[in-house]
Every structure is written in C-alpha cells, then in structure tokens.
C-alpha cells in the first residue's frame, strides 16, 4: 500500500469552525501515527465567498493549536484546469452527458417533489437524449451518470459498512454552465492528483462520498479509504455552527484557553483510548487510531474546556506558562513590560491559584504588571477613617523591618487587629484595595511579598486613599 497521506480542506468562506479544526486534528494525528503525510488544502472555487482574511485566519489557527501540514497550502482555484480536463474526458467516455434543462424546468421539478414530499431528484431528461436534438440558445451543464440499478456499500473505517440505494443518488452536476466545476468533481480530482490514501470528515459528507466514488470508478482511479466522523453538537443536541458562540479557536485564544489544553480536549471529543484523560503530544499520535473514535455525536462543553485549561495551569512549567501569559497579554490585553518578568515568575504560584484562564492569572496579575493603580469606586467607598488609620500605621511599622516575609509580616497583622479592635479582614481588606485597587484578589500576604517594600511603601502613600 502506498504511504499514507490525508488532508484537511476548508473553505475560506467564513472562520474555521472549531469542528474544522477536531477534522484537521484527526487527519493530521491519524498520519503522525503512521509515518504518513498531512496537508491543507484551500478549496476556494466560491469566488464570491471565499476571502483571504478567512483563509489567513485558518492557517493562523492551525499553526496556533500545533497542527503542521506538509510544504505550502495546496490552491484549489489553481487546478481549475485540471477538473474539468476529467468532466471532458467523463463526457467522452460516456460517463457524464449536458443537460440542456432550463432553470425554470429545474425550478418546477423541485416544486413538485416539495409537494409530494419527496426528496428532489433531478429526472434525467437528457441522461439519452442525442446531442443533435439539443437546442442552440441554451448553455448546458455536464452532470454525470449516476448508477440507477443496485446499490453501493462504504466501507467506512468509522461507521462500518454503509448501504446506499443507486437510485437515490441523482445525475448530479459536475461543471456549471459557465464551464466552472463543482465541489464533488474538485474533490475527487485534488484527492486523487495528491495521493490522499484516507480521507476522514465529517459524517454531513457521507452522500458526498458515494457520488465521489462513482467519480474515482469511472475514471478508473484507486479508491481511498473514507472515514466519517460524527459532528460536534450544542449542549441542547443541536449542530454546532459558526454562527454560535465559541465556534472559532479566536473565542478561545481571547479569553486565555491555552493551545495544548484545547488540543487535548477536541482530540478527547468523540475519542477514546482506555480510560485516559491527559495526553502529552507524543502520547496522542503514539495512540491515536480511528477504531477510538465513536459513532454519535459529541457536545461542546465550555465547563470540561475550562477543566482541562485549568489541569494544563496547575501543571505547567513556571516558566513555559509564562511564556503563555505574556503573550495572551501582548495580544488581547496590555503588553507585560520585560522588568516585571521576574517579579510575575515568582509569584505565580499564588496568581494561578484556581485560575481555570491565562485571563484569570491576568486578572489576578495586573496589580504587579501596571504601576498606576485604578481604584473601583465601589472598593474606595470601603475606605473610612478607621482604614485610613489601618493603612497609615502599617506604612509606618513595614518601613522599619528589613526583610519582607510572611514570618515579619504576621506579627505587624495581628498587632493591627488587636490595637484597632478589628479582625484579619478589616486589616487585610483596606490593604488590598490601596495596593491593587481592588478588594478581591490573592491574599494579603502573597501581594505584599510579591511587591517588595519600596513599592508597598509608595503605593500607601497613594494621595487617594490616605
């Protein structure tokens, strides 16, 4: 057998959806595994729709997500030629006909059958009528010559074997009357120039797939091997679409998801091996087969994604997770300024405390990434006379200790307590505020030490609260 290459083939008519990008995950696991190839494939012969912001935006999610396809992106619209040299040479060898059918006729065909509640087929007017009869004033389409007798089995790697009625499936059409070719004719021809061995998509495919087929057995071509995956669900059992929220990996990346952590999720997502949650890259394509893959669809589950970002945090190297911080914050937040780096890593362990987002470690962060301090009105109104005091005396006693610990700072705490008869939170809250701006966030002593003296010091000098 030949080696094996798959391939991923979106059109760039819209973002990548985040379905597209479990399919090319899938494809591209499923070739690692084997020593195979993976490449991308633009199918962008929808001149109308297609746009390159769309098509950049694809390639830029599967680069972000880890996904590697082979030497450049493979151009649809550059093999235009190609596709219809194979809808002539159908024509010539009596596997396609022109169909000189008006689109009134087609129209009033597909009326009817709407009103008998039957699915439309076109009715093969011209499947054996003589080309001498045709009119002059009409361009035709070429459709190809569908079986009508029997029927034809997929032996589909995921679903088994699937049985079709050859009389279902209609002479459907191949190049349009501006001579342009369909999607089916494009696919076959681009799948079989490229060697594509298997070709896994989703399972909203599966009529394609028949009619692809009787392409490659007429052109006397090697068949592929097919595997249909099922979709990806709502959480209420609908198909999830690009219309919805959290359709693209942008929804993701903007509120601090991490690549690994989604990689692992969507391979999760209608994929098993044994009773394994957590894989490492090498581990996916080590195991990755397409008998784990089941048979009903999966739904999104944005409580399981947060999760499983949230294991990737708790795990992750210091200064790997870093890395990722930094560049969430370069891209949808405000850029982390290269003095503040060491300060960040060193605090980290506290700042990813039950953090489940890169956002939330922002969150918790921006008290150390910004020097200036935006007080919530809200929090400011918290701060009366008895915190103004509370403030103002533990300036004053934090100045006279040389080393910034929680050992030396547990003593100055409790002694506020007790000599302004309060408790930890009447002490620890107007603390926080003056130093972060705000009354939720680490605690008190994690946000002096990871501040340092001199800064504590000028920020409760803050003219606002004292």
């Known amino acids: 057998m030949s080696k094996v290459a798959t391939r991923f083939a979106p059109s760039p008519t819209g973002p990548l959806h985040i379905g597209g990008v479990r399919t090319a995950l899938f494809n591209w696991l499923f070739s690692k595994n084997k020593n195979g190839t993976f490449y991308l494939r633009i199918e962008d012969t929808d001149k109308e729709r297609s746009k390159i912001e769309y098509k950049d935006q694809i390639i830029k999610s599967l680069n972000w997500i880890g996904i590697q396809y082979q030497g450049n992106e493979y151009i649809q619209s550059t093999k235009i030629n190609d596709h219809v040299n194979v809808a002539n040479e159908l024509l010539k060898n009596g596997n396609a006909y022109k169909c000189y059918c008006s689109n009134e006729e087609i129209e009033d065909q597909k009326k009817r059958a709407k009103q008998k509640k039957i699915p439309y087929i076109y009715n093969r007017k011209w499947r054996d009528i003589d080309e001498k009869d045709a009119p002059k004033d009409i361009k035709p389409v070429i459709r190809f010559k569908s079986k009508i007798e029997g029927s034809s089995i997929l032996k589909d790697l995921v679903q088994g074997d699937v049985q079709i009625d050859n009389g279902t499936i209609e002479d459907f059409v191949i190049l349009r009357k501006d001579g342009t070719p369909t999607y089916n004719l494009s696919a076959s021809v681009d799948d079989h120039q490229m060697k594509i061995t298997h070709i896994i998509r989703g399972d909203d495919h599966k009529i394609n797939t028949f009619k692809q087929m009787q392409i490659y057995l007429a052109m006397k071509w090697e068949l592929p091997s097919f595997a249909h995956i099922p979709l990806i669900h709502t959480t209420d059992g609908k198909k999830l679409s690009k219309r919805d929220n959290a359709s693209t990996l942008d929804d993701y990346s903007k509120i601090g998801i991490m690549p690994e952590a989604l990689r692992n999720y969507l ?200």
């Not at 195991?287 to 947060?306: A, E, Q, T, V, W």
């Not at 370069?330 to 039950?354: A, H, V």
Request: aromatic share 8%; net charge positive.
């Open 267 to 466: 391979l999760r997502l209608g994929w098993s091996f044994k009773d394994k949650e957590i894989f490492t890259l090498d581990e996916s394509i080590k195991h990755f087969n397409l008998g784990g893959i089941g048979k009903s669809p999966s739904k999104l589950d944005i409580s399981r994604i947060l999760s499983m970002n949230e294991h990737y945090i708790k795990n992750m190297n210091e200064n790997d997770l870093y890395e990722q911080l930094r560049e969430y914050c370069n891209n949808f937040k405000e850029k982390i300024d290269q003095s503040k780096e060491i300060k960040i890593k060193r605090s980290l362990l506290f700042l990813k405390n039950k953090a489940k987002t890169l956002e939330d470690i922002y969150n918790n962060s921006k008290y150390i990434i910004s020097d200036v301090i935006h007080f919530n009105d809200q929090d400011l109104k918290l701060i009366d006379e008895l915190a103004k005091r509370i403030i103002s005396e533990f300036k004053e006693k934090i100045s006279k200790i040389t080393e910034i610990k929680k050992e030396t700072l547990e003593p100055i705490i409790n002694e506020l307590i007790k000599s302004n008869n309060t408790n930890f939170k009447g002490v620890g809250q107007p603390l926080r505020i003056a130093l972060t701006g705000s009354k939720f966030g680490p605690g008190i002593y994690d946000i002096i030490i990871s501040l340092g003296k001199d800064e504590v010091i000028k920020r409760l000098g803050n003219k606002i609260i004292v």
